[in-house]
């Protein structure tokens, strides 16, 4: 059994090692992550979110103090094993905070998960699967479902249907997104703000930058590619920018 909070949860099985991971079934299990996030966990069943709204990201939360960024990022290995987590939805109002299911991957990995049906609001940074990536993602993605599929930031972080930014050295791979993204300043398909070695991945939603200057990224997959690759990759989706750095692929 684990604490978080003053709650008590018993994950469905394991002991957190690579070879028996934590068995992840119900929503507290989920959260439950957070106890230790250098640990291997394994979902073994769909999770639904819905009727919640949370505050801020579940897993790994990450915030900005004096412009360097706080929280211990996730550094295990959480594998969906094919699952899905249902109707994510986060209204984050903090300009501090990154905004996503997780908040931040450190050296970790997350691999094999789907999610779907997300409406995530956001002030800095902000992604469905994570606000800033420093680790791997792999086979991964985040879709709409009954009209609820999007991603919005209102501050000057990436914002990227699958993750807000992408760290140097992080490796995006076999993923996709398919939700709208909206955001202040640097807004992508995929990824907002991009340094990662990206290899087949794809985004369908449309993108639009808000901010009415010339600083605005927009781009169907990536709004701000700075360093790292992209290769066999690809986006379908409209662009709008009320700056001038915008493009069907990459904004700038």
């Not at 990536?133 to 879709?143: F, K, Q």
């Not at 050295?169 to 990206?198: C, H, M, N």
Request: with cysteine.
């Amino acid at each position: 059994m684990v604490t978080l909070s003053g709650m008590v949860f018993g994950f469905a099985g394991g002991t957190g090692t690579i070879h028996d991971p934590y068995r992840v079934s119900t929503v507290s299990d989920l959260l439950a992550v957070n106890n230790d996030v250098t640990a291997s966990y394994l979902m073994i069943n769909d999770i639904d979110l819905a009727g919640v709204s949370y505050s801020h990201s579940l897993i790994a939360q990450a915030w900005y103090d004096g412009g360097a960024l706080q929280g211990s990022g996730f550094g295990g290995i959480f594998n969906g094993n094919g699952y899905v987590i249902r109707n994510l939805s986060i209204t984050d109002s903090d300009p501090a905070y990154v905004t996503g299911l997780f908040g931040c991957i450190g050296s970790g990995v997350v691999k094999n998960l789907g999610i779907v049906g997300v409406d995530i609001s956001g002030a800095n940074a902000a992604g469905a699967l994570v606000g800033k990536c420093y680790g791997t993602i792999s086979n991964c993605y985040v879709s709409g479902d009954s009209g609820n599929g999007s991603v919005t930031s209102s501050g000057g972080g990436g914002t990227g249907g699958l993750a807000g930014t992408s760290g140097g050295g992080s490796v995006i791979e076999d993923s996709w997104a398919a939700v709208d993204v909206v955001a202040y300043e640097q807004a992508g398909g995929l990824v907002g703000q991009i340094r990662s070695i990206t290899t087949n991945c794809y985004a369908t939603g449309n993108v639009e930058a808000t901010h009415a200057a010339a600083v605005n990224y927009a781009g169907g997959f990536a709004g701000r590619m700075e360093e790292g690759s992209i290769t066999d990759c690809y986006a379908t989706g409209d662009v709008t920018s009320n700056g001038h750095r915008y493009g069907g692929f990459v904004g700038f």
